[in-house]
């Protein structure tokens, strides 16, 4: 086993590091302020090769790997976890076309958006007001009209719709079917798309979220990606990759945290000492220093699984739940330890609270990470032989 990074991904790694320094930590927090989607970052990021990872060479894009996916993740998201949202938005819009789609389809609607001078953007659009965890609770439509689709409905809280060209819409097309009726298309903005209310957050200021209308919406039959009743497992063989990609934005998160708080207690005195020489400080550092380094480790085996086409759901919501539960607990400890100025907007580590909590819910709550974890193992567990047989009434108990 060998946990050093390849030329290429430490190559990656440390220009995503060098971006985050010089584009993103500096501006993070006065960009917040604003509320709203840091074009000229982003705009950046795309130039630098940080954008649009996953994209095959046949549509154009550069087809890394999902393990080096997540290291532009972790380093941007060290710097802070709303741009690394933004940055990242194209991952999961487009992860359901790279999964689902045809090289064709991929050319026509995807290839155009990753290849010109400025930065596009897509949105995914499977949240409904009242279909969030339950996913087949979704109402919106799409009928078959000869060669067309006709899409109604509406979104809500996707991120960076109001920038987006192209939508990924999870509609169904066999209401009685529930989620074997979900199916997935590709919805250029066009005519009857309609951003709605845009939502004001607590955090991650530099991600936009807002609700998606579509109204009447002509789509060619050729937008339906894959055949029609595949949009639920499509959303789930793609929710299990990019889960991977907020454990890493929450691992950067959890690691700025630590060097945050290593940094300031280093240098606060207080009774004659650094208060880092407190045993209470220095037992949460080294806390919050392993909760880190074990985010990143089941981040980065849950990627290397999904590279090597093996089963991932379990180790992936592991990633997820771990990592950004981590990078909340890193956060209220980093405040912690700060004292009073960890309290102050002026220092960074409010901040990254405020972030934290979000990586908890989206991309999947964790209380859904759990069950998906949790569900798993109660299978594998069948085939399981820890040389231990239950018994009841002296015999072993069957297993179901
Ligand atoms: C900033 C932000 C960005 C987002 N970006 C996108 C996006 O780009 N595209 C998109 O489609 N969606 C997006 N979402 C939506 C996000 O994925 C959902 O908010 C999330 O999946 C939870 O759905 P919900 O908010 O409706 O909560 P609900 O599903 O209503 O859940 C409410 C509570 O009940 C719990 N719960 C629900 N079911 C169960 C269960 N079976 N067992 C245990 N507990 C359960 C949940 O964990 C949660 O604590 C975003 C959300 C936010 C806030």
């Known amino acids: 086993m060998d946990f050093r990074l390849s030329d290429k991904e430490q190559k990656l790694w440390e220009r995503a590091e060098e971006f985050t320094r010089e584009h993103i930590t500096p501006r993070a927090h006065i960009l917040e302020m604003r509320n709203e989607f840091p074009k000229e970052v982003v705009q950046k990021a795309y130039e630098a090769g940080l954008m649009n990872l996953h994209i095959p060479p046949e549509a154009g894009g550069p087809g890394v790997s999902l393990l080096a996916e997540t290291l532009v993740s972790e380093a941007t998201g060290y710097g802070c976890a709303g741009m690394a949202t933004s940055i990242m938005c194209n991952n999961l819009a487009f992860a359901p076309l790279v999964i689902g789609a045809t090289i064709e389809q991929l050319k026509e609607h995807v290839e155009p958006l990753i290849t010109g001078k400025d930065a596009k953007f ?77 939502e004001d957050k607590v955090g991650q200021k530099n991600s936009i979220q807002s609700e998606v209308i579509f109204e009447d ?147 999947g709550t964790n209380e859904i990470q759990r069950l998906v974890a949790g569900n798993t193992m109660l299978k594998e567990s069948v085939n399981l032989d820890t040389g231990f047989h239950v018994k009841y009434d002296g015999k072993d108990a069957p297993m179901v």
């Open 122 to 198: 897509g949105s995914f659009c499977l949240t409904e007001r009242k279909a969030g965890s339950d996913v087949a609770a979704i109402t919106t439509r799409a009928e078959r009209d000869g060669d067309e689709y006709i899409i109604n409905g509406m979104k809500c809280f996707a991120t960076s719709a109001p920038q987006a060209s192209l939508f990924t819409v999870f509609a169904s097309t066999q209401p009685e079917l529930k989620h074997k009726g979900l199916s997935v298309f590709m919805v250029p903005k066009t005519k009857g798309v309609k951003i709605g209310h845009i």
């Open 217 to 363: 919406v002509r789509v060619p039959k050729e937008c339906l990606v894959g055949k029609e009743g595949e949009g639920f497992k499509i959303a789930m063989m793609t929710l299990d990759k990019t889960r991977a990609g907020i454990a890493a934005i929450a691992t950067g998160v959890a690691q700025r945290a630590v060097d945050e708080a290593a940094k300031f207690a280093n240098i606060r005195h207080q009774f004659g000492k650094s208060v880092g020489r407190f045993q209470g400080i220095s037992f949460k550092l080294a806390d919050m220093g392993a909760r880190a380094a074990a985010s990143r480790h089941l981040t980065r085996y849950a990627a290397w699984l999904a590279d090597n086409d093996l089963p991932v759901s379990k180790d992936s919501a592991f990633a997820k739940f771990f990592a950004s539960d981590s990078a909340m607990l890193n956060a209220l400890d980093a405040i912690q330890i700060m004292g009073g100025y960890g309290y102050l907007v002026e220092y960074p580590v409010e901040k990254l609270m405020r972030d934290a909590k979000l990586l908890q819910i989206y991309e």
